[in-house]
T-cell receptor
C-alpha cells in the first residue's frame, strides 16, 4: 500500500462550484498533515496545515480523520485561479514529510 | 525578504558531466531537503540534512551527492553515475523535520 494516496483527477469544475479532495495515508502514527498547491512548472507552496479539529482559511477547509486515516480539502466557490495541483503531505513518525502525487483541479468559466 | 533561492533556473549539460545545483536559504531553518520531480510524478526525496555537517540519503540518492558546510547552503551535485538526470530539482527547508517545508523556485536540468 502506498504511503500517501490521492485521486490524481483531473477534477474539472465550473467557477463557483464546491469541490472536495481526499487523501489517505498508511501510517497510523503520522503526526503532521499539510496541503500544498503546485502550479504548472512551479514549486509547491504551503496552502494550509491540517489540525485534528479541522481548520478553515477563507474558501478552504481542511479536515483530518485519524480513525479512517484520511485528510480532506474542501474548496468552496471555486475561482479560475484555483486551477492547480493539490498535494497531500504527511509526516510519518521518524521520517521526513511524505508527499502524495497530487490531485489536479481545473476550474473553467 | 526571507526565502530560498536556487540557481540557475535552467541548466543544460552534456551526458557524462557532473553538475552542481545551488540552494541557499536565509530563513534560519535547520533542515534542508532536495527533491526530484519528473513530469506527472510526485516529489521524490534525494537527500536531506537536519544540521550542519550531517545529511542522510533519501529514497533515490544513487548518483547524487550533497554537502552541508553552512546552515544556509545545501548544494546538490548530480554525478555522471545518475542514469536519468533530466528532471525538475526542488530544494526545501524547514524549522524541523516534522514541520512544513518551504520550497525554492527549482532548477530544470536537461542532460543530453
Amino acid at each position: 500500500r502506498k504511503e500517501v494516496e490521492q485521486d490524481p483527477g483531473p477534477f474539472n469544475v465550473p467557477e463557483g462550484a464546491t469541490v472536495a479532495f481526499n487523501c489517505t495515508y498508511s501510517n497510523s502514527a503520522s503526526q503532521s498533515f499539510f496541503w500544498y498547491r503546485q502550479d504548472c512548472r512551479k514549486e509547491p507552496k504551503l496552502l494550509m496545515s491540517v489540525y485534528s479539529s479541522g481548520n478553515e482559511d477563507g474558501r478552504f477547509t481542511a479536515q483530518l480523520n485519524r480513525a479512517s486515516q484520511y485528510i480532506s480539502l474542501l474548496i468552496r466557490d471555486s475561482k479560475l485561479s484555483d486551477s492547480a495541483t493539490y498535494l497531500c503531505v504527511v509526516n510519518m513518525a521518524g521520517t521526513a514529510l511524505i508527499f502524495g502525487k497530487g490531485t489536479t483541479l481545473s476550474v473553467s468559466s | 525578504d526571507g526565502g530560498i533561492t536556487q540557481s540557475p533556473k535552467y541548466l543544460f549539460r552534456k551526458e557524462g558531466q557532473n553538475v552542481t545545483l545551488s540552494c541557499e536559504q536565509n530563513l534560519n531553518h535547520d533542515a534542508m531537503y532536495w527533491y526530484r520531480q519528473d513530469p506527472g510524478q510526485g516529489l521524490r526525496l534525494i537527500y536531506y540534512s537536519q544540521i550542519v555537517n550531517d545529511f542522510q540519503k533519501g529514497d533515490i540518492a544513487e548518483g547524487y551527492s550533497v554537502s552541508r558546510e553552512k546552515k544556509e547552503s545545501f548544494p546538490l551535485t548530480v554525478t555522471s553515475a545518475q542514469k536519468n538526470p533530466t528532471a525538475f530539482y526542488l530544494c526545501a527547508s524547514s524549522i524541523g523535520r516534522t514541520q512544513e517545508q518551504y520550497f525554492g523556485p527549482g532548477t530544470r536540468l536537461t542532460v543530453t
